[in-house]
């Protein structure tokens, strides 16, 4: 594969080509991800991370982040966090990595304990419940619109638009288990991949 | 062994072992510590974890924030701390292996087309983590409408900051339970 084929507009390589010229200080990775935490409402830290890291600060392409949201989904613990394992690793290695980690999750540990505290002090209002909804409607909205900013685009589409809605029957729709679907579909795409590729 | 000591223990041998467990995230993950902790420890009765739930659901940060809230039950914020490295560092620590074992084929033909290939599954994957919130919420028709709403106006104006809408969706939503 050249160098330069598209990848819903970005390309595979440029984003180790940037970081190289511009190392990114661990100080300005802690901020980043601390940042991140403290504004992830919703519980949906990719699409949170797509729109801060990926979106605004350009520390990584689409292609980078989307091969790490399947890695980090498809190994064990939370998505989110393995995500940010993978990120910070891509930045500044084993430092970046825990830099990001640290980052994202100090702020959200001393809110939760905040928020019980407060909790057994005052309790819980129906209104609350109610922002509550308010909030996650807009964090379901934010994941769609993440999920729908990174489809497949190009003149070669079709087959891989196929493997994304099928995953989304096959996950979101029938509630199959993530990972043998993945383990199935996946392959299936990537030999779409290679096959594009010998054609070209 | 001072008491203490003992919780924190405690608190490391549930959450450790959980954390390699738990592919895929989500359900099965909040079955096994509640029934950890109401059961087996009795860090939290039923009703404090079901408040615990909640709590964690209304916090920023990673879904699973629900396990600081029981350490820090059990422990105070020593359990809170130790919980929450005993659940994130043995997962953080394999995929860092995993992904940096990835990395050094980095450049062949088969390293490009597998991340190319993963792409659009994991877009799958991000839509449907949305579905599955859409799913459980308790909010009903509402919570769907402001849904399609905040994904379209989104795609309209991607520059716009989506803590706007998530404060404008909290106030609209509290203020209609208070009319």
Redesign the interface.
């Known amino acids: 594969?050249p160098k330069g084929v598209p990848?819903?507009g970005v390309t595979?390589e440029t984003g180790?080509a940037v970081r190289e010229h511009h190392r990114i200080g661990l100080p300005a990775i802690f901020s980043a991800f601390f940042q991140l935490?403290?504004?992830?409402?919703?519980?949906?830290?990719?699409?949170?991370l797509y729109?801060q890291i990926v979106?605004r600060r350009h520390w990584v392409t689409?292609?980078?982040f989307?091969?790490?949201?399947?890695?980090?989904?498809?190994?064990?613990?939370?998505?989110?966090?393995?995500l940010t394992?993978?990120v910070g690793?891509r930045l500044r290695g084993?430092a970046g990595?825990v830099a990001a980690?640290v980052g994202?999750?100090s702020?959200?540990?001393v809110?939760?304990?905040a928020?019980?505290v407060a909790?057994a002090r005052i309790g819980?209002s129906?209104?609350?419940?109610?922002?509550?909804?308010?909030?996650?409607?807009?964090?379901?909205?934010?994941?769609?619109?993440?999920?729908?900013?990174?489809?497949?685009s190009g003149s070669a589409r079709f087959g891989?638009?196929a493997?994304?809605?099928?995953?989304?029957i096959c996950?979101?729709?029938l509630?199959w288990?993530?990972?043998p679907v993945?383990l199935c579909?996946?392959?299936i795409?990537?030999?779409?991949?290679?096959v594009r590729?010998r054609n070209a | 062994m001072p008491d203490d000591f003992k919780a924190l223990l405690a608190l490391m041998l549930v959450f450790v072992p959980l954390?390699?467990?738990?592919?895929?995230?989500g359900a099965s993950l909040l079955a096994d510590m509640e029934h950890q902790s109401v059961s087996v420890h009795g860090w939290t009765t039923p009703r404090e974890f079901a408040?615990?739930f909640?709590?964690?659901?209304?916090?920023?940060?990673?879904?699973?924030?629900l396990s600081?809230?029981i350490g820090?039950k059990a422990a105070g914020?020593a359990g809170?701390?130790t919980a929450?490295i005993a659940?994130?560092l043995?997962?953080?620590l394999?995929?860092?292996g995993?992904?940096?074992l990835?990395?050094r084929w980095?450049g062949s033909?088969?390293h490009?087309?597998?991340?190319?290939?993963?792409?659009?599954?994991?877009?799958?994957?991000?839509?449907?983590?949305?579905?599955?919130?859409?799913r459980v919420?308790?909010?009903g028709p509402?919570?769907?409408a402001?849904?399609?709403?905040?994904?379209v106006?989104?795609?309209r104006w991607?520059r716009l900051h989506?803590?706007i809408?998530?404060a404008?969706?909290?106030?609209?939503?509290?203020l209609?339970?208070?009319w």
Do not use: C
């Open positions: 594969m990848l819903g595979a180790n935490g403290v504004t992830s409402f919703g519980g949906n830290t990719a699409a949170w729109h979106r689409d292609g980078e989307l091969s790490d949201v399947a890695l980090g989904r498809i190994t064990p613990g939370s998505g989110g966090v393995n394992v993978q690793q084993a990595a980690v994202l999750l702020g959200p540990l809110i939760v304990v928020l019980a909790y819980w129906p209104a609350a419940h109610a922002v509550l909804d308010g909030i996650a409607a807009a964090a379901i909205g934010l994941t769609f619109a993440t999920g729908l900013k990174l489809l497949p891989p638009l493997v994304t809605l099928a995953t989304v996950v979101g729709v509630r288990p993530m990972l993945v579909l996946a392959p795409s990537i030999g779409l991949v290679l590729r | 954390s390699l467990l738990s592919i895929g995230g408040d615990l909640a709590i964690s659901r209304a916090a920023p940060g990673p879904g699973t924030m600081t809230l820090w914020w809170a701390v929450t659940l994130y043995p997962s953080s394999l995929v860092f995993v992904a940096r990835w990395g980095r033909v088969w490009a087309a597998v991340e190319r290939g993963l792409a659009p599954v994991a877009a799958g994957l991000i839509l449907s983590g949305g579905i599955a919130v859409l919420s308790p909010g509402a919570v769907w402001a849904a399609v709403i905040a994904t106006l989104l795609l991607p989506p803590l809408l998530f404008t969706g909290g106030a609209l939503f509290g209609a339970a208070l």
